[in-house]
């Protein structure tokens, strides 16, 4: 691919994984499956949360919106990084580019207050289970679900707009596998220094003070969990904590690595390496965490799978 040395770029080569070589048909086989699964695995969280009356708790209900929030993500990263991985290369338009970094920010920022809305719920449920009917009604679990996607996709447009208005005269080629923020700053010749103060800025209200809110809760959760006589009663309700604490650590433990960490401490593999964590493995590995550690998903899936087998 040559370069560009122009005032405007139309157009972006993402490089993926660079030449996969003979292995490009194995990793297009692998990723089409992590992507199936993943589509299937989170369409099935949220037909289960709609369908089956068991599931109708606001546990359940800010569940189905993690899930649609991974599908969002998935299926605006996976699709174009598949046919980077088979054609060892991907092009973009300049707008699908800038459509694609507008989702992906809008979809991290809303999984990043809506874990902690989460995390909440599990609060009220453990530590004022008398008062948590009454607290956690239908108006509260709109109001509570519908914020964090108004929150995320308001938020980033501050630092997505910026970066639309960059002047790109350089290179057109994107060495990733995705039209993510440093990329594309180090491509672009204006003065990027406003949009990097501006990131680290932003991550701090974004990604550390929900997460400082989410181990807040649970210092008050696990402090009553300790106050439980027996100790299956302690079990059973840290059981329902576990899954929502899996999930925590692995999206705000990439973001972290990813965002709050200078990007001159990132070599260009660890870079796609923790992107590909964030982007492709944490959708995929959510579902199957709620649905391996969550007895009531268990027998809903089981209901289902009788169900389809008796017609």
Request: charged letters at 10%.
């Amino acid at each position: 691919m040559s370069t560009y040395n122009q005032t405007i770029v139309t157009e972006f080569f993402l490089l993926g994984f660079g030449n996969l070589h003979s292995f490009n048909i194995v990793f297009f086989i692998l990723f089409l499956i992590i992507l199936l699964v993943t589509v299937m695995g989170n369409l099935l969280i949220i037909v289960l949360v709609s369908t089956n009356v068991h599931l109708q708790s606001p546990m359940y209900y800010f569940l189905c919106h993690l899930s649609f929030s991974d599908l969002v993500l998935a299926t605006n990263i996976l699709p174009n990084m598949l046919g980077a991985v088979l054609y060892g290369g991907k092009k973009m338009t300049y707008l699908d580019c800038i459509a694609q970094l507008y989702f992906f920010c809008g979809t991290t920022v809303t999984e990043c207050f809506l874990l902690p809305v989460m995390s909440y719920d599990r609060y009220l449920a453990i530590c004022y289970p008398l008062q948590y009917s009454s607290i956690m009604n239908l108006k509260c679990r709109i109001y509570l679900s519908l914020c964090p996607w108004l929150l995320g996709y308001t938020l980033n447009s501050s630092v997505v707009l910026p970066i639309s208005s960059f002047d790109f005269c350089h290179d057109n080629i994107i060495d990733h596998f995705y039209c993510d923020l440093f990329p594309l700053q180090k491509l672009s010749c204006s003065d990027t220094s406003f949009v990097e103060l501006e990131v680290f800025l932003f991550s701090l209200p974004m990604f550390v003070g929900p997460f400082g809110f989410i181990v807040a809760t649970y210092v008050y959760i696990f402090l009553t969990i300790f106050r439980i006589p027996t100790s299956t009663g302690k079990q059973k309700t840290f059981s329902t904590c576990s899954s929502h604490l899996i999930v925590v650590g692995t999206f705000y433990g990439t973001l972290i690595a990813k965002y709050m960490i200078p990007s001159k401490g990132h070599t260009l593999l660890i870079s796609k390496i923790v992107s590909l964590l964030h982007t492709v493995f944490t959708p995929l590995f959510n579902p199957i965490i709620y649905s391996l550690r969550n007895q009531d998903i268990k027998m809903a899936i089981k209901k289902l799978v009788h169900r389809c087998h008796s017609k």
